[in-house]
């Protein structure tokens, strides 16, 4: 470590350069060799004692030139130029550089009085420090002229922001005259780049309301032209929005009602059913009566309107006039019912003398007898068509009546197998059925089900190959064993729970030519019949399972489809069952 001897060398080393080379500043040019020569000698000095004892800070302080809080007795001549330039203190860090000191006499030289920073020296600092009287013995200690970050926090509370940038030049230690010249600078700045800013600002939001707007009248006119009536309500139902369709549609007037529930003011039963609909259903068909006393049929559609929040704050509800759809619809079913049944009298009647020829047929040679089979098997299939449209007319028109009666389930299972028997035995398919010795008892309407068995069955005798015949997929491809003769079983598979009802599972099996995945959705659906690209089935309807579906459904229970082709299907069906019925589960 230096000694004090040494220190105070230095100090004055660095002091009397600094003298000479601002006396030789003042007489010649910065240029002149002789001030380069006294600059180059200061900066030196200054870099070695930088090496040797850190950072530089020459202050003044009363009457006192101060070398890091060291009294130099002998500075008169430094102290008299820092207080006449209005320097408290020159600090010099590591990593001067010697440019650094000519930019310094620059200022010097043209006698700016200068503060904190003013100069582009980054290792050369001015006013960093102030020295105070410590005590009556004039020690004397450097003290930061930047305040306590907390205090200066502290003073700041509850300010304006002028208030404020004054307060934070204030702790710089400037003069009164400079801490408001640079306030003024600070604030006309500050001023200037906000008008910017401001401007700036007011001139996108102009933008971004015309964009709005523009959308906001495009929006407005498709929904005025809209050929659907539009309303939207809040989440009280009061009305926000109605375009002329819709009070066509509706058949009231509704504008004068914004803001307003949507309810209000119109007669008594006209909208209260539409009013709830637009409160919570998303699709829904009612029927209202108008001011001018037409009854009409609306579809109303509608969504939910959620804020940022995920907060219902409304309900967007698009209403279609779908009395003309409706009207055709009944007429359509009420056509297809009429007919289908004034075809029913007639082809009774047609296959009733067919079947007598049939029985008196001894006289007629083969080829005649070949014919009034095929026209007896044409009004059988002709007669199941008429049943099958008119039972799908009566559950469309929900007339369709279900007696449920206690049947006992293996007489009744065994009756269908053997109804169906000679069917399959023509068609060289095994029927068969298993099911345990003891079976609770079914609470089904008997004929119904019955329909729903024979269905099942029929198409499983129909899809499935005879003995040492390669069934094929609705592609046509062989599938199945060839070697392996066809099957179809009606099985008992238990009691199982659903809520409360106890129901009956049964499933029916077959080892035909199975159903493609893409069709299994649809296979229920009227008139769609998949698998029957091959001749040698017969198509009908493609209600009877759109049929079978609704019967089980109206009973309560459920029935579906596992498939693959070439590996038959598996129909399975749950029906009621009488309770305590020797349940077997």
Known sequence: METATTNIDTALNIIRAFVKAMGRANLYSLEHPSVKDAVSQMYNSTLDAIKSIGDITIGAADDKLLFNEMVIEDGAALFSLLKKLDIQSIQFSNGLQEI????????????????????????????????????????ITEKALTQDADSLIKNLEGLNFDSMIMQVIKGMGLSPDDTKKIFD???????????????EATIELEKEKDVIQHEKERVENIIEDSASGIITVDENCNVVM??????????????????????????????????????????????IKGEDDIKRTIKASNAVIHNTYDKMVGIFSVLSDVTKYKELEQMKRDFAANVTHELRTP?????QAIGNMLLLAENLNEDQKKMLQIAHRNTERLSRLINDILDFSKIEAGKMLIRQEMVETAPFLKEIVGSLKPFADSNGITLDIKMPNV?????VDKDRITQVFVNLLSNAIKFTSPLNTPDRDIRGQACGDKNKGGMAVVETMGVVK?????????????????????????????????????????????????????IVELHGGKIWVESELGKGSRFFVTLPIVPESGIKR
């Open 498 to 550: 659903e809520g409360h009802n106890d129901l009956l599972r049964i499933k029916v099996t077959d080892t035909g030519r199975g159903i493609d995945k893409k069709d299994i959705e649809r296979i229920f659906e009227k008139f769609v019949q998949v698998g029957t690209k091959d001749a040698t089935v017969i198509r009908g309807t493609g209600l009877g399972l759109a049929i079978t579906k609704n």
């Open 100 to 139: 650094e000191f000519v930019k310094l006499f620059e200022c010097i030289k043209g006698g700016i009085k200068m503060q904190a920073q003013i100069i582009d020296a980054p290792h050369i600092r001015l006013n960093t420090a102030q020295y105070v009287k410590m005590s009556e013995n004039e020690k």
């Open 439 to 443: 079976l609770p008892s079914l609470f």
């Open 347 to 351: 082809l009774v009647a047609t296959k």
């Open 185 to 199: 600078i600070v604030i006309n700045r500050f001023k200037g780049e906000l008008d910017d800013a401001v401007q």
């Open 242 to 287: 109605v375009n002329p369709e819709a009070e066509r549609v509706i058949g009231a007037k509704l504008r004068d009602k914004v803001g307003r529930p949507v309810w209000d003011g119109i007669r008594e039963g006209q909208m209260v059913t539409l009013a709830r609909d637009l409160k919570g259903v998303q699709t829904s068909a009612v029927e």
